[in-house]
């Protein structure tokens, strides 16, 4: 169910209104951060892609469809664009094999994320690693239903699939990292 509040504020953001828009944006960013920033395992690139996934909501909110609920149409698109990003990512990496040593982008920092307990923060920053390298296909049901803490019918409406397929490609998400970090 969408809380009422919050679709009249999405009705009146798609009509042009910005303090409405500001308002969706104030109750949205931080948990799409996360889950951006889940995705891509980057702190820098996770405000990046949420600053243009709200600049892209705000240019296609005419096309919003207030029966569904804001919060979902604004994750899907997080998604979406942490997909594009990714796909972006892996032509630089070919580019870079082409170009000399020192052209190369510098790698991305495999420090653990902050939020990690002393004791567990290796063990934390490898998984967290091990979930930004998965394809969004696999990423982004396991962090809506493990992070994000919605049902696998919630996850499987924002992203456009069937429940069963929430379920067997979060089945397949934890296998794959099982298998390069360990089932300590």
């Known amino acids: 169910m969408i809380p009422a509040d919050e679709q009249a504020l999405a009705r009146a953001a798609a009509g042009g209104d910005t303090a409405a828009f500001t308002r969706l944006v104030g109750l949205h960013k931080g948990r799409l951060f996360q889950i951006i920033r889940r995705m891509t395992g980057s702190d820098d690139v996770a405000i990046d892609l949420l600053q243009d996934v709200f600049a892209n909501l705000w240019r296609a909110r005419a096309g919003y469809d207030d029966r569904h609920n804001f919060g979902a ?15 972006r990512q892996r032509v630089r990496q070919l580019v870079a094999g082409w170009l000399p040593l020192a052209d190369a982008p510098d790698p991305p920092d495999p420090a653990p994320l902050p939020d990690a307990s002393a004791a567990d923060r290796q063990r ?11 394809p969004a296909s696999l990423s982004a049901p396991l962090l809506l239903t493990s992070i994000e803490g919605m049902s696998h019918g ?31």
């Open 124 to 134: 934390l920053g490898a998984v967290a690693a091990a979930i930004a390298r998965l």
């Open 73 to 87: 149409w604004a994750t899907r698109a997080a998604i979406n664009r942490v997909r594009d990003w990714r796909r």
């Open 154 to 184: 919630e996850a499987a409406a924002v992203l456009g699939i069937t429940r069963k397929a929430v379920e067997l490609r979060i089945a397949r998400a934890r296998r794959q990292i099982i298998a390069e970090v360990g089932d300590d």
